[in-house]
T-cell receptor, first 114, second 116 residues
């Protein structure tokens, strides 16, 4: 069990550029969540996958955001035409159905939009 | 909707002092309750959990009891150490029936600073 990994750990981009983050969940976990955390706040839910199906998206996830989880393994989160307000820590978590509903978090990707 | 309210920090204590971090919640169903900890430069780690009323979660000397009547899940530790300095998040997880989602709703976090 190597835990949840996320890449890159840090990303600095200019406003208007596109960025993509990757999350590798714990291998047998079928559920995957993306959250966003801004300074001084708790994480906020963005979107949720069960296997390869994206079952829900928060209203925080604007049209510029898209997430995929091909083959139910790793997931990517893409932000198009980044804005300064997108600067945040993007967290990925995974869990296994009925295993106590515990979610295991990755270290996060810190995005800075200049 | 669901929400979690935590006491504001920072909380500054001397080593071996008693710790309480208050957490109250609002939920429409029967949530599970969690405390997560975030050490400097690290990701969120599950500290303890409770899945039903009157359950007590415990780990590493920390405890919290699920109180349905007061909708609370206060975190306590009898004797804190410098190594406990971190940000602590209270969270709840409630089932969204149509999608099976159990996303977490977090409080805003409480920073604990323990001085030697």
């Amino acid at each position: 069990d190597t835990g949840v990994s996320q890449n890159p750990r840090h990303k600095i981009t200019k406003r208007g550029q596109n960025v993509t983050f990757r999350c590798d969940p714990i291998s047998e976990h079928n559920r995957l969540y993306w959250y966003r955390q801004t300074l001084g706040q708790g994480p906020e839910f963005l979107t949720y996958f069960q296997n390869e199906a994206q079952l829900e998206k928060s209203r925080l996830l604007s049209d510029r955001f898209s997430a995929e989880r091909p083959k139910g393994s790793f997931s990517t989160l893409e932000i198009q035409r980044t804005e300064q307000g997108d600067s945040a820590m993007y967290l990925c978590a995974s869990s296994l159905t009925r295993q106590g509903w515990e979610q295991y978090f990755g270290p996060g990707t810190r995005l800075t939009v200049t | 909707g669901n929400s979690v309210t935590q006491m504001e920090g920072p909380v500054t204590l001397s080593e071996e002092a008693f710790l309480t971090i208050n957490c109250t919640y609002t939920a429409t169903g029967y949530p599970s309750l969690f405390w997560y900890v975030q050490y400097p430069g690290e990701g969120l780690q599950l500290l303890l959990k409770a899945t039903k009323a009157d359950d007590k979660g415990s780990n590493k000397g920390f405890e919290a009891t699920y109180r349905k009547e007061t909708t609370s899940f206060h975190l306590e530790k009898g004797s804190v150490q410098v190594s406990d300095s971190a940000v602590y998040f209270c969270a709840l997880s409630d089932l969204k029936g149509d999608t099976g989602r159990r996303a977490l709703t977090f409080g805003s976090g409480t920073r604990l600073q323990v001085q030697p």
